[in-house]
């Protein structure tokens, strides 16, 4: 196989390297990054030089962009119309930049997103403040490279007479670099700059006396100083602009929110249509229209309340979550000395200044060049006007031109630029006028290279000069901050009242896990009873509660599921409902044992929990406000030390002094003590220990009453069928941790065991199922209250009947309350 010395053999991983390596240098260095000096981008470089060297300034009329866009590609930018004409209309954009670079004729886009018109449209010529980048460009200042053909030249960075990086900011995405930086004050920058000239070894604090920090174009509120102060001595840091807002209030007690300025480069109308979204789709209740009022006159968008809408709230949720606030993180880049670097503000600035040292010295040097070759000729003019005739004499007998200079030169020593001054010096020049003009010149020209010299040897003189031109500057185009500065950043907190709309439901929970909410409407459409229901399973929670109450369900296991009313699902009162093991998951034989339902978490409030296994504990009702993960987990409400442990009862007690604790065992043992001997302690704790149990027994249940109290009845009711009424009132008060006294007759052969005890009041009634299947229902008024020693009286014969399996208090429906308040 022949080899050819034209092909080279290289891996793939080696071209891809190479290639990407070379693109990547680049588009770093020469498409998407700024420089430090000047803070342009090559395509923004490129405009503005094409439309200067065309003379399409300021001060004089407009041209069509596309001839510009045409200027640029042809001559400095070989790529796509779009990308330029692109490149050149954000420059023209006052809600992009804070000083505009181009001024535009026609449509050049909007805050809405809207595309600007084709360049064959539009008109443009460079702002005023553009000829401050460029002025002295012709002085030799900058250094000039060929262009793509080798048929021009073009500049690498402008002269810059203002500190544009800061002062209109970048943004831009490279390969492994991107860049924001937000524009600023030129007034700010220019006092910054100026004390950094006076002081090289100024601090970011120092310099932020003068540079507060961003100005947006489209103003608006900045909080966050300190995200300010690290991004100002990293190049990174994060900060919050928000919308500048303020509430109205119109007739009818209506109000209305009015938003006048929004954060820089948010889409108008994006975050309207999202605003609008909400409305929409009632995330909040209390919005009635959202408005675009924006014109020529400025921008305004305004959103209508209803009637007795919270406004403050509201206006919090639309920060929250819309565009009205974002978070801006600086990420300061910039290209320094060909390569990119995250800089501070003091880099940023130290740069412009060296670069500014630079074009001063350039210029001076020029100017210096132009004078001293101006100065030399004016001599030799003023000494040959001094020797009028010899020199006329000495041009009439010369030949021509070239030998008129020979014999200037030979005859009177003048040099050869002096001779072909003289030569070419028209007749009129030769009255005694042009000799005092003459010496004029020779003065003002002796005192501008004096000047001259005085910059370029005295550090001194250059700073007061380069000051003076920052100062021209500030003073010409000096405009007053449109960003509020604001110190610390405000943490959203929005109100539930703002996000649910407030509305009276019915709330139900049943044994076997299923809960829904029906409206008043739906339950009224039914009757109570018709409540939907699986077979065999029964409500253990009904009750009207507010959208804005919660719900707490205690499980066997000792967990808690929380559930905020409105998030609960809104169904019809027939439909069976949401069982819980949708959104959560629970174990194998885990049921629910209490629901409580919550207006507020009231501070005095508390929590009883009484185990089986004979453990009590008491735990505030604020330990139980919902963490973040409550939509999918169960929390801990009380740690069951015991394997075969369960939770059989919570009882919520608004206020917990002056109540007794009063517990029956299966074995048939009460026992009363004060709650004040049961600790109060956090939603993980065991508790202690509430009844000192004999082997194999067991706690059945547990209530709290009132210690004053005179007639609290309970309820119980044994496995063989017996059904016992007694008043706690005039049960003795031992200790916590006690054995208790019998409420039951013990008998020798076949004794009665506890399986149910529960308080009750007027109309109660129990639902008794039996092993056998068979259901009996109980009218807790129809027994008579009998002393502890009693066991009952019979309502099913267990041989014939079976025994008690399942006993439940079944609920009274609630009747609608039309004003609800806080029930």
Not at 365 to 373: T, V, W
Request: aromatic share 6%; hydrophobic share 35%; with cysteine.
């Amino acid at each position: 196989m022949e080899i050819r010395s034209d092909i080279q053999e290289l891996t793939l991983e080696e071209v891809m390297g190479d290639r990407f390596g070379r693109y990547s240098k680049y588009i770093i260095q020469e498409r998407a990054l700024p420089d430090i000096r000047d803070g342009l981008k090559p395509v923004q470089r490129r405009i503005l030089y094409a439309m200067n060297v065309e003379g399409n300034t300021s001060e004089k009329g407009f041209r069509k962009s596309a001839k510009t866009v045409g200027n640029v590609i042809g001559n400095y930018h070989p790529h796509g119309d779009s990308s330029v004409y692109e490149a050149m209309v954000r420059i023209s954009q006052d809600w992009k930049l804070r000083e505009v670079l181009v001024e535009m004729h026609g449509n050049n886009g909007s805050m809405d997103g809207d595309p600007p018109a084709a360049m064959r449209y539009t008109e443009a010529r460079l702002s005023k403040i553009s000829a401050e980048l460029l002025r002295d460009i012709e002085k030799e200042t900058v250094d000039f490279v060929l262009n793509f053909d080798d048929t021009d030249k073009e500049p690498t960075v402008l002269p810059a007479k203002f500190p544009n990086l800061l002062v209109n900011g970048a943004t831009g995405i490279s390969a492994g670099y991107a860049t924001d930086i937000p524009p600023h004050n030129l007034s700010e920058v220019v006092d910054a700059t100026i004390h950094l000239i006076d002081n090289p070894e100024a601090t970011v604090e120092e310099l932020m006396h003068h540079l507060k920090g961003p100005d947006f174009p489209t103003g608006g509120i900045l909080q966050g100083i300190d995200g300010i102060r690290q991004a100002y001595k990293t190049g990174k840091g994060k900060v919050i602009v928000r919308s500048k807002t303020h509430i109205e209030d119109l007739r009818g007690g209506k109000q209305q929110i009015v938003i006048t300025e929004i954060p820089f480069e948010v889409n108008k109308s994006v975050m309207v249509k999202r605003m609008d979204e909400i409305r929409l789709n009632k995330k909040i209740d209390g919005i009635a229209e959202v408005r675009d009022e924006s014109d020529r006159t400025g921008l305004q968008i305004v959103v209508e309340l209803k009637k007795d809408a919270n406004a403050e709230g509201i206006l919090t949720y639309l920060l929250k979550n819309t565009d009205l606030q974002v978070s801006y993180n600086f990420n300061m880049v910039a290209i320094d000395k060909k390569r990119p670097e995250q800089v501070g503000i003091v880099r940023m600035l130290s740069a412009y200044i060296e670069h500014q040292r630079e074009v001063i010295t350039r210029r001076t040097n020029f100017n210096l060049f132009k004078a001293e070759s101006r100065q030399h000729i004016v001599e030799g003019l003023i000494k040959a006007l001094s020797i009028l005739d010899k020199v006329i004499a000495a041009i009439r007998s010369s030949k021509d031109k070239k030998n008129a200079k020979e014999n200037l030169i030979k005859e009177f020593t003048f040099t050869e630029p002096q001779a072909e001054a003289i030569v070419s010096l028209q007749l009129y020049r030769l009255t005694n006028t042009d000799i005092t003009a003459l010496e004029k010149e020779a003065k003002e020209l002796a005192a501008s290279i004096s000047s001259y010299r005085k910059i370029l040897d005295s550090p001194k003189e250059m700073a007061r000069v380069l000051k003076n031109e920052l100062k021209e500057i500030q003073e010409k185009f000096r405009t007053p901050r449109r960003t509020i500065i604001q110190d610390a950043i405000e943490e959203l907190k929005i109100d539930t009242e703002v996000l649910v709309s407030q509305e009276e439901v019915i709330v139900s929970v049943t044994r076997e896990g299923y809960l829904k909410r029906s409206s008043l409407r739906s339950y009224s459409a039914s009757k109570p009873e018709e409540i939907g229901l699986k077979d065999g399973d029964l409500p253990i929670f009904v009750k009207q509660m507010n959208t804005l109450n919660h719900l707490l369900m205690f499980t066997s296991n000792g967990n808690l599921i929380y559930r905020p009313v409105h998030e609960i699902a809104d169904l019809r009162w027939k439909d069976i409902g949401e069982h819980i093991s949708q959104t959560i998951g629970l174990a194998m034989d885990e049921t629910i044992v209490k629901t409580i339902g919550l207006v507020d978490y009231l501070p005095e409030a508390t929590f009883t929990f009484i185990t089986k296994a004979g453990m009590i504990k008491q735990t505030a009702v604020a330990d139980f406000v919902a963490g973040r993960g409550y939509k999918t987990r169960a929390t801990v409400a009380m740690k069951l030390k015991q394997e075969d442990d369960h939770l059989i009862e919570v009882v919520y007690s608004e206020n917990p002094a002056n109540k007794d604790v009063f517990l029956v065992t299966n074995r048939g043992f009460g026992l009363r003590y004060p709650l004040s001997e049961v600790p109060v302690v956090g939603s993980k704790a065991a508790g202690v220990k509430a009844i000192n149990l004999k082997e194999h027994d067991y706690v059945v249940n547990g209530i709290l009453m009132a210690t004053d109290s005179t007639r609290t009845n309970v309820v119980m009711l044994t496995q063989r069928g017996a059904v016992k009424k007694m008043n706690v009132s005039e049960f003795d008060i031992l200790g916590r941790a006690k054995r208790g006294l019998l409420v039951l007759r013990e008998l020798k052969k076949n004794p009665h065991r506890m399986i149910f005890m529960q308080a009750v009041e007027k109309d109660t009634t129990i639902n008794v199922v039996t092993t056998k299947g068979k259901e009996f229902i109980v009218n807790t008024d129809s027994y008579q209250v009998s002393d502890r020693y009693s066991n009952g009286s019979f309502i099913l014969d267990e041989t014939t009947d079976g025994e008690p399996q399942d006993c439940q208090i079944i609920l009274p429906y609630p009747v609608i309350v039309k004003d609800n308040g806080k029930n």
